[in-house]
């Protein structure tokens, strides 16, 4: 019989247990990045390992932040001071994103490794990846912590894996139906852009790739209703998606077939907090708290983290799953450096993403926000631009029912400017919402 979890006894612990466990490990973590850590001998001076009890006695400790870890390998090449592991034991380097400024390395050993493999195997199992099943993986494989790690837990399920990456359309139809895939891992935008592609340069229904699964990652659309509802119409196939990051876990959150939010899948290597992302309160993990998550490593050789600020708005969920899983589920809204304020409201980029998203057929899907400022304060009316499909007729009335919906569900008032089928830039890694039509100064 096949079995349901990839590691039954972490994913389905009780909470008091979990929470237990937690503690007992961030004593052990504390106690080695004070000693082993430059960086954090500094920080954390004078707080004792033992005392720290409690997530109210962890909620005391001073965060720490992207820039931080910039400073650190700037200061202490190449791969700073906050390095907690001999340098001759870091077997592999990956690098950030970059999204937020000059990208930061980050350093693995064979156990970080191993862990990261193992995390990576549980999202995965949860996605619905087996040992039978042929992934095409649409993402690069270079620096990317979204690569090697990847490769490393599919085949660790045993599963053939195909690395066909970015940048590479052509080779991934004509893969895909030679060997027969079964799923695709990819960003959600590049799903819009390889069922285009499929379409108007093949003249192949994207559903003829044969994919029965689509495990998104990257960034945020996987959890939005009407983008996953769009995918799997493209590409029939059932859509889920992951979270992770690149200084932390490469994947550490995935969605079951119930689709109800992201298992957090990782409590044995990370603790989770949600504060408040104005005040740095931290705010209690509950059924339907919401605020950015910070993340400590339980587990980490290389480069520990002690309340490190992810930057993504999430909300939780707390509730039985009946996939049996018990950790809390996350909801990602978008990174707050994303977020935009339009008359003292909070908007953020997947949220007029699944707006936009519900209009199809009459829309693509594909949409823009022109900025004439720096963000994240906007001057109303909050300006768009919006992709209808060529069968849209009446665009006036289009116009109407997006502007008014767009008011009705996110509180503000839009300027829509509709443009044909074709015009707006399709993304074949992560999606760039906001077009800076300013002078950077």
């Known amino acids: 019989m096949e079995r349901t979890y990839f590691n039954p006894a972490v994913e389905t612990m009780a909470d008091d247990a979990r929470l237990a466990m937690q503690l007992a490990k961030l004593e052990e973590q504390l106690a080695y990045v004070i000693e082993r850590s430059p960086f954090y001998a500094r920080k954390l001076a004078g707080v004792t390992p033992a005392r720290v009890r409690s997530l109210a006695d962890l909620a005391a400790l001073p965060f720490t932040e992207k820039s931080e870890l910039l400073a650190s390998q700037t200061a202490v090449p190449p791969l700073g001071e906050h390095l907690a592991a001999p340098v001759e034991s870091v077997i592999r380097v990956h690098a950030s994103s970059g999204t937020t400024g000059r990208p930061s390395y980050v350093a693995i050993t064979r156990r970080d490794r191993d862990a990261w493999s193992e995390v990576v195997g549980r999202v995965y199992w949860c996605e619905g990846v087996r040992p039978a099943d042929v992934i095409i993986h649409g993402f690069g494989l270079s620096f990317f912590v979204g690569g090697l790690p990847l490769k490393d837990a599919i085949e660790e399920i045993g599963a053939m894996f195909v690395p066909i990456g970015v940048g590479a359309s052509e080779r991934l139809v004509t893969t895909a139906l030679d060997l027969r895939a079964t799923q695709l891992t990819c960003t959600p935008s590049y799903t819009q852009y390889l069922a285009d592609y499929c379409r108007d340069k093949r003249g192949v229904d994207p559903r003829e790739l044969g994919f029965r699964r689509v495990m998104l990652g ?107 899983r018990t950790g809390p589920r996350i909801r990602c809204l978008g990174r707050t450096d994303d977020m935009l304020i339009v008359n003292g409201v909070n908007v953020w980029p997947s949220a007029i993403r699944d707006v936009v998203e519900a209009f199809a057929p009459e829309t693509t899907g594909a949409f823009e926000v022109p900025l004439s400022e720096p963000p994240p304060k906007v001057a109303p009316p909050l300006r768009l631009r919006v992709e209808h499909a060529r069968g849209a007729v009446d665009l006036a009335a289009l116009k109407k029912r997006l502007e008014g919906t767009l008011h009705d569900k996110l509180v503000v008032r839009a300027d829509v400017v509709l443009v044909p089928e074709g015009t707006l830039p399709r993304f074949e890694m992560k999606a760039s919402y906001l077009k800076r039509e300013y002078e950077e100064r």
Do not use: Q
């Open 218 to 324: 990257a960034e945020p659309g996987g959890g939005i209703p009407a983008v996953r509802e769009r995918i799997a119409r493209d590409f029939d196939a059932k859509v889920t998606e992951g979270l992770g990051n690149a200084d932390l876990v490469p994947v550490y959150a995935a969605s079951c077939d119930e689709n109800d939010g992201m298992h957090f899948l990782a409590p044995d290597h990370l603790l989770l907090e949600v504060v408040d992302p104005e005040t740095g309160r931290a705010l209690p993990v509950e059924d339907g708290v919401s605020g950015e998550l910070v993340a400590t490593h339980l587990d980490r050789e290389a480069a520990p983290l002690v309340r490190f600020r992810t930057r993504d708005r999430v909300t939780l969920s707390t509730t039985p799953c009946p996939c049996g």
